[in-house]
């Protein structure tokens, strides 16, 4: 069986499946007849343990961008929509504590993805930023050089 549906036996592992972007729109803006409730069965079966899935930081950032994007939302607000889903038990995020101090960067400072993706990880790791984008200032716990 795969992600979507399975059998239990006394010996079956649970599948591990990776999310697509368009899997998770369906679920969040619930705006697909078909697609919508395939997406909120699959997500159920997440929390019922019978499938475990898994989302990565790609995956955040393309679902930021078609939410900022194509459904016109402020940044803050499409970080704000993908906040609790990605704090849920539901799904692994790759890098979880960085993506949701991501979207955290973002909703204070209202900046693009990959701008508090990156401030984010330098911010983990001490490191400084070199860039020329004056966004990156407004977060005061990284250091952002100008180059010369």
Same mark, same amino acid.
């Given at each position: 069986?795969?992600?979507?549906? #399975?059998? =239990?036996? *006394?010996? $079956?592992?649970? !599948?591990?499946?990776?999310? +697509?972007?368009?899997? @998770?729109?369906?679920?969040? &803006?619930?705006?697909?007849?078909?697609?919508?409730?395939?997406?909120?069965?699959?997500?159920?079966?997440?929390?019922?343990?019978?499938?475990?899935?898994?989302?990565?930081?790609?995956?955040?950032?393309?679902?930021?961008?078609?939410?900022?994007?194509?459904?016109?939302?402020? #940044?803050? =607000?499409? *970080?704000? $929509?993908?906040? !609790?889903?990605?704090?849920? +038990?539901?799904?692994? @995020?790759?890098?979880?504590? &960085?993506?949701?101090?991501?979207?955290?960067?973002?909703?204070?400072?209202?900046?693009?993805?990959?701008?508090?993706?990156?401030?984010?990880?330098?911010?983990?790791?001490?490191?400084?930023?070199?860039?020329?984008?004056?966004?990156?200032?407004?977060?005061?716990?990284?250091?952002?050089?100008?180059?010369?």
């Amino acid at each position: 069986m795969g992600c979507a549906e #399975r059998e =239990e036996t *006394a010996f $079956t592992v649970t !599948p591990r499946c990776h999310l +697509d972007a368009n899997v @998770v729109l369906r679920f969040l &803006r619930n705006d697909d007849p078909r697609q919508s409730p395939a997406s909120a069965r699959l997500f159920g079966n997440a929390k019922a343990g019978k499938v475990q899935l898994l989302i990565s930081a790609v995956t955040v950032a393309e679902l930021f961008y078609v939410l900022a994007r194509a459904y016109k939302h402020p #940044r803050s =607000e499409a *970080a704000a $929509t993908l906040l !609790p889903f990605l704090q849920s +038990d539901i799904i692994e @995020v790759e890098n979880r504590k &960085r993506v949701i101090d991501t979207l955290r960067r973002v909703i204070k400072a209202n900046v693009d993805f990959g701008d508090a993706y990156l401030a984010a990880t330098a911010s983990e790791k001490g490191d400084q930023i070199v860039s020329f984008d004056d966004d990156l200032k407004s977060f005061n716990d990284v250091t952002t050089i100008v180059p010369q």
